[in-house]
């Protein structure tokens, strides 16, 4: 008697599982019987309606994806951007150190700023 009682104590968890998708697969059977033409139109048109919102989903994503290709496209090579910063700024990466170069850079940006307002005071 001891066994069974351990057995049930065991096994439990399995025996309720069983049950569950027994019932589960019983109401499934029953919904499916009992089912209309009415029921299985909507069914269809529902699934029609999820049908087209994901198709119209896909298309705005390969549109999304055609645009970020061609602005990868027009990105400008990785060699040339310490090109335009040697050639403007006259940066060279193996005698300037990075804070040298932010001093660099704020002093063009400065330069640039004091021709702005140099123009704007011109044009009052």
């Not at 065991?10 to 009992?34: M, P, Q, R, T």
Request: proline share 4%; aromatic share 8%.
């Amino acid at each position: 008697m001891e066994t069974l009682i351990d057995l049930s104590k065991a096994f439990g968890w399995l025996a309720a599982i069983i049950v569950n998708l027994l019932i589960a697969w019983i109401v499934w059977s029953l919904h499916k019987k009992f089912m209309n033409r009415d029921d299985c139109e909507a069914n269809r048109k529902a699934d029609k309606k999820e049908r087209e919102h994901f198709i119209q989903l896909l298309t705005t994503h390969e549109q999304a994806v055609r645009e970020l290709n061609l602005r990868v496209d027009q990105m400008p090579p990785q060699g040339s951007v310490p090109t335009k910063a040697k050639t403007m700024l006259g940066w060279n990466p193996r005698k300037t150190s990075f804070p040298e170069l932010v001093k660099i850079m704020v002093q063009h940006d400065m330069k640039f700023v004091k021709k702005l307002y140099l123009k704007e005071q011109i044009g009052k």
